[in-house]
């Protein structure tokens, strides 16, 4: 029903025809029936000077974004879309003034400056070329219409923008095509009364925009069904602040209670105190629900016009979208859960996991891992009121903070809308990723003991059949892997990045200190770390099984992700492949070198960005790492 209101103001704000008017204002003529016989500012530039001209362009400019605007408030994206779609059809068919209109470029144009802003420029810059070059209008608007959905697939749109250029570009360019044809004719006076078109070419107008209006109005909804997801946000101590980044916008707690900002914390009988700015303190059973209230007024801190709602917590700057939730657990602490849209939860994980300063391709790549991911750890938090965390134990997930200032991050999760991994015709159940793989990646069966057929090792320098030979290839021993990390791969997608290859020298005193947690502290002050040993390796040369030695015993350190915990953190370690060197009799230094960030399963972050680099797009990338899958929306067709 927004889409189909959206629409019907767009119509009735395109069929104002400011042509008409202006003619009847300036001149007392009706516009139509003279010049080229259409509404627009070309013909009444010819017909009563340019200086109307150029006015009448600017209203029907200025109508285009007005419409625009009345949509995104109705609809959002997609009723911006649907009533900038009705407004040019509106300007073309002007019920207002007898169906007679105009060809719609200027108000097309101006619905374009606020739904597709990017390739509003190329745009124009071919138009003005080729109208240099013809000198023809007609000419000129018909070739540029017809080229839009091309400008749209260069400038790297949403696939839902390319598709809204390229039915509406149709629809002007078969307005400007009899013309094009025959330029000179548009010039000749036109006896009054004479229709502006024939019967035949205004019944196709009418068919041709009846039938682009629906198509717009069906394809530019949401394409699928909203996937909604839970997000515990971890790290956030009691009591939390919540407000909306608008002064025009409230808190709606509880369904009732509204105010601009809001502190909560619990109390000891498990509800949860609202203190609103003034003092006033309101008790609520658990869970409390807390939204926006008018979503009309909200609007990105970004200030490109989105009307999304957006929450602050703690403080203005670290925003949020979507709705949130405070419960109180059996042990009396207080939860934080964002309750919001997989779509934008994806968005807020994409910056924060792979970087927002990635290529285009690459971010495309990590929104389709992210969203399967995100699929496959619902749940996984048991019994908590959430489907997943908002840390490195799920995703990292940040809100819309890095959203809103990388507009590549929000394109490139509206590129890949609903679209996820696949494994044998089903989704795929995970799609696990590291910051560098350091060369090869690692099998999810030899380091976890479950295997996944699409998450086995890869060369991240060589691509189809031949990345799986090194990938597969088992270390020999300790000193092929010493040899391996110190003669780098130049032609390593990953090679020079963070952690490709790494270094930590500890002495036996901090070796021991960095210990102490898991082996326990020396009871005699002369007790020392006399040897670290991996005693097993995964055939790519992760440990998974460490032997510490010591002069009070010796200690066995089982798992990857433990191991490189207990020896420093995963940051200091950064990856389960490296060696020690102990210097010094007995060892009055241990140095670990390494290569790799992160467990090394699956997608390389820094090989994807490499990849991007190189020319290849995301499903190449998602192909290289994640070989035998393919790329499907999980979303069904809006009405199926």
């Given amino acids: 029903m927004r889409l189909l209101l959206a629409a019907v103001i767009g119509y009735c704000i395109g069929s104002v025809s400011s042509a008409v008017l202006v003619g009847r204002a300036a ?348 699929l496959a750890l619902s749940g996984r938090h048991g019994d908590e009121p959430f489907d997943v965390c908002s840390s490195t134990h799920c995703q990292v997930y940040g809100g819309a903070t890095a959203e809103l200032d990388r507009q590549d991050v929000r394109r490139a999760v509206e590129s890949t809308r609903g679209e996820a991994l696949f494994w044998s015709g089903k989704p795929a159940p995970g799609a696990k990723y590291h910051a560098c793989c350091g060369g090869v990646t690692e099998s999810a069966g030899a380091l976890w003991q479950f295997d996944v057929p699409y998450m086995v090792g890869v060369d991240c320098g060589a691509l189809g059949p031949e990345a799986a030979t090194r990938g597969a290839a088992a270390i020999r021993d300790e000193e092929a892997l010493r040899a391996i990390i110190a003669t780098p791969n130049t032609g390593d997608f990953c090679y020079g990045s963070n952690g490709y290859r790494w270094k930590v020298e500890y002495t036996a005193g901090q070796l021991a200190a960095v210990l102490a947690p898991v082996i326990g502290r020396f009871e005699h002050s002369e007790s020392r770390v006399v040897q670290v040993a991996v005693v097993e390796r995964t055939p790519r040369g992760s440990a998974v099984r460490v032997r510490v030695t010591t002069t009070e015993g010796e200690y066995v350190i089982a798992g990857e992700y433990a191991i490189r915990s207990a020896l420093g953190g995963t940051v200091t370690i950064k990856s389960g492949v490296f060696v020690v060197d102990a210097e010094g009799d007995p060892p009055s230094t241990f140095v670990f070198s390494g290569a790799g960030y992160g467990h090394g399963v699956g997608m390389c972050q820094y090989g994807a960005r490499g990849m991007a680099r190189a020319g290849y797009n995301y499903r190449a990338i998602l192909e290289h790492y994640y070989p035998g899958t393919t790329v499907e929306n999980i979303l069904r067709p809006a009405g199926s």
């Fill in 27 to 374: 001149g007392g003529i009706d516009v139509r029936k003279y010049g080229s016989g259409t509404a627009g500012g070309a013909n009444v530039g010819r017909v009563l000077g340019i200086k109307y001209g150029v006015l009448v362009a600017c209203c029907d400019v200025s109508k285009g974004m007005a419409a625009a605007v009345a949509g995104r408030a109705i609809g959002g994206a997609s009723g911006q879309m649907a009533s900038g779609a009705a407004a040019v059809i509106g300007h073309i068919l002007p019920i207002w003034f007898g169906f007679a209109g105009g060809k719609a470029i200027a108000t097309f144009f101006g619905s374009c400056v606020l739904t597709a802003p990017a390739a509003v420029l190329p745009a124009g810059a071919l138009w003005l070329a080729l109208y240099l070059v013809s000198r023809s209008v007609a000419q000129a608007s018909a070739i540029a219409s017809a080229c839009l959905p091309l400008i749209g697939w260069v400038c790297r749109l949403p696939w839902r923008q390319i598709l809204y250029l390229g039915v509406m570009g149709a629809a002007i360019c078969l307005r400007h095509i009899p013309d094009a044809r025959a330029p000179g004719q548009g010039r000749r006076p036109r006896r009054p009364g004479r229709p502006t078109r024939p019967q035949v070419s205004g019944l196709m107008a009418i068919a041709v925009g009846v039938g682009l209006c629906l198509a717009t109005l069906s394809v530019v909804a949401d394409s699928g069904e909203s996937i909604r997801v839970r997000v515990g946000l971890v790290g956030l101590a009691a009591p939390v602040v919540l407000g909306s980044n608008s002064a025009q916008a409230s808190l709606r707690i509880a369904g009732s209670l509204e105010m601009p900002v809001a502190l909560f914390q619990p109390d000891n009988g498990g509800k949860i105190i609202c203190v609103s700015p003034d003092g006033t303190r309101t008790s609520f059973e658990s869970p409390v629900a807390v939204e926006i209230a008018d979503l009309v007024a909200a609007r990105d801190a970004s200030s490109r016009g989105s009307v999304r709602p957006l929450t602050w917590v703690g403080q203005p700057g670290h925003v949020y979208r979507g709705q949130f939730e405070l419960a109180c657990g059996q042990s009396g602490e207080m939860r934080l859960i964002n309750i919001l849209d997989l779509e934008d939860y994806v968005a807020g994980v994409v910056p924060y996991e792979i970087g927002a300063g990635a290529p285009f391709e690459a971010l495309k790549a990590q929104a389709v891992v992210a969203r399967t991911e995100a």
